[in-house]
Nanobody, 118 residues
Framework: QVQLVESGGGLVQPGGSLRLSCAAS????????MGWFRQAPGKEREFVAV????????DYVDSVKGRFTISRDNAKNTVHLQMNSLKPEDTAVYYC???????????WGQGTQVTVSS
């Protein structure tokens, strides 16, 4: 079965960095676009970034452009989110997700907490 397992979250000071990882299994990873979403307390889940199946195309929500970088390693079935210059408003649970043909996100990990605070 499809499994997505996130790791790398934690507590970091404003201006700091974290690198999230998502280990995928149960499907042909290199055939799917992969994405990251986040959900802050009291808010709806929002799109953060997506990367195409071969890594050739990426897209980001405006609020993280220039600070976050999504990447993938198809040999290791992993997708990463490098987060730099973190701000308190980046505090959220971050979720890894698979995007199927047609654009819908169909499988989700359990999430990893990122807290940006001094």
């Amino acid at each position: 079965q499809v499994q997505l397992v996130e790791s790398g979250g934690g507590l970091v000071q404003p201006g700091g960095s974290l690198r999230l990882s998502c280990a995928a299994s149960g499907f042909t990873f290199s055939s799917y676009d992969m994405g990251w979403f986040r959900q802050a307390p009291g808010k709806e889940r929002e799109f953060v970034a997506v990367i195409s199946w071969n890594g050739g195309h990426t897209d980001y929500v405006d609020s993280v452009k220039g600070r976050f970088t999504i990447s993938r390693d198809n040999a290791k079935n992993t997708v990463h989110l490098q987060m730099n210059s973190l701000k308190p408003e980046d505090t959220a649970v971050y979720y890894c997700t698979r995007r199927r043909l047609g654009g819908k996100y169909d499988y989700w990990g359990q999430g990893t907490q990122v807290t940006v605070s001094s």
